[in-house]
């Protein structure tokens, strides 16, 4: 029995995937358009999952995109300040990832509120969707809270603004829920799956046995579940390909990403979304039939090149 539900906790590892392919992006995009500065999230596990490189299985923080995924529609990550919270009665804790990258974009650009301040900003609402269950949503989950002076800095065309909140809404809304169908279309590519999550998980062998079999067969019902909950078409890989061509034809030929020349948060978004299929046909398949390669490329070099080996540089202020 204990060996059964280890292996039911593999139905969850496709959020912590995501979570994973986020902070990759997170950390290098972050740096790049933040004066420098890197947030340690959590506690210390964001930075030990980026120091295993060549793992696709990193753990930590998560950017994992807002919205809904599935039955795994709520990932669960905290977002812990360091020195200066600590001393609080209580740590925040956030569920939507995407109000967790813009208040951390807002705390990096303007430093004159605390990251608690920030967060405030962003309040919880009770809200029911489509299918009558009751969710938490989150105002202004897309803006970054900047004085003008900031804002003409970061968005010196007001454009750029609100094309920015417009596809990472896209990649919540439409681009996440496609990954779970494409991931698990069939058995094979199932079990594919999961063969490659035990693998890289390192599970017993015990352990892997149930999480390999009884998931890759319960996702496999989940995803034609979520197949017909989205309306995807019967080759779900149609619409995984259609999704890739619509951001690329959205960034256009003369700007190597949504930000222009470096990339910005909706850049972000698509990226952690497409990167939690790497190692799967899904990915494979979308590289070949699709324009984005070139695109996803860019961000891997923009990425590493951002990066940042002293996890202590965000400091209070003061």
Same mark, same amino acid.
């Given at each position: ?15 912590? !995937? ?16 933040? !004066? /420098? ?10 930075? !030990?999952?980026?120091? !295993? ?6 753990? &930590?923080?998560?950017?994992?995109? &807002?919205? @809904?995924?599935?039955? +795994? ?26 109000? $967790? $990258? ?15 301040? $920030? ?16 969710? @938490?949503?989150? /105002? ?34 439409? *681009? ?9 279309? @069939? ?20 352990? /892997? +046995? +149930? ?10 019902? $989940? ?15 149609? %619409? ?16 190597? +990403?949504? &930000? &222009? ?5 909706? %850049? ?5 979304? *497409? ?8 990915? %494979?398949?979308?590289?070949?039939? @699709? ?28």
């Amino acid at each position: 029995m204990a060996a059964a539900c280890s292996g039911w906790r593999c139905l969850g590892l496709l959020p912590w !995937r995501l979570r994973a392919a986020g902070q990759a992006a997170g950390v290098g995009l972050l740096r790049a358009q933040s !004066r /420098g500065y890197c947030i340690p999230f959590g506690t210390g596990r964001y930075a !030990r999952g980026r120091a !295993r490189k060549g793992s696709r299985m990193l753990v &930590g923080a998560a950017f994992a995109l &807002g919205g @809904t995924f599935g039955l +795994f529609q709520t990932l669960q990550y905290p977002l812990k300040a360091q020195e200066h919270l600590a001393e609080q009665q209580a740590a925040k804790q956030l569920n939507d990832s995407s109000v $967790i $990258i813009s208040a951390i974009k807002t705390y990096l650009i303007s430093r004159k509120k605390s990251l608690e301040e $920030i967060v405030s900003f962003y309040p919880p609402m009770k809200a029911v969707n489509e299918r009558g269950k009751e969710v @938490t949503e989150y /105002g202004n989950k897309y803006w970054l809270m900047l004085d003008e002076m900031e804002t003409q800095h970061v968005y010196p065309i007001k454009e750029t603004r609100v094309e920015e909140m417009k596809w990472r809404k896209w990649a919540d809304d439409w *681009l996440v829920h496609l990954i779970s169908p494409n991931v698990y279309r @069939t058995p094979r590519e199932a079990l594919a799956s999961f063969n490659y999550i035990v693998h890289e998980g390192k599970f017993g062998t015990v352990e /892997g +046995f +149930f999480a390999k079999y009884m998931g890759a067969v319960a996702m496999f019902f $989940i995803s034609k579940r979520l197949k017909s909950r989205h309306h995807l078409q019967d080759n779900v890989r149609e %619409d995984l390909y259609k999704a890739a061509n619509d951001w690329v034809k959205a960034i256009g030929k003369h700007r190597p +990403f949504m &930000g &222009g020349s470096q990339p910005n948060l909706a %850049d972000l978004a698509v990226y952690g979304v *497409l990167r939690v299929m790497e190692g799967l046909e899904a990915y %494979d398949d979308m590289m070949i039939h @699709t324009k984005i390669q070139p695109w996803y490329h860019r961000m891997e070099k923009a990425i590493g090149e951002a990066e940042v080996p002293n996890w202590q540089l965000l400091q209070p202020p003061y």
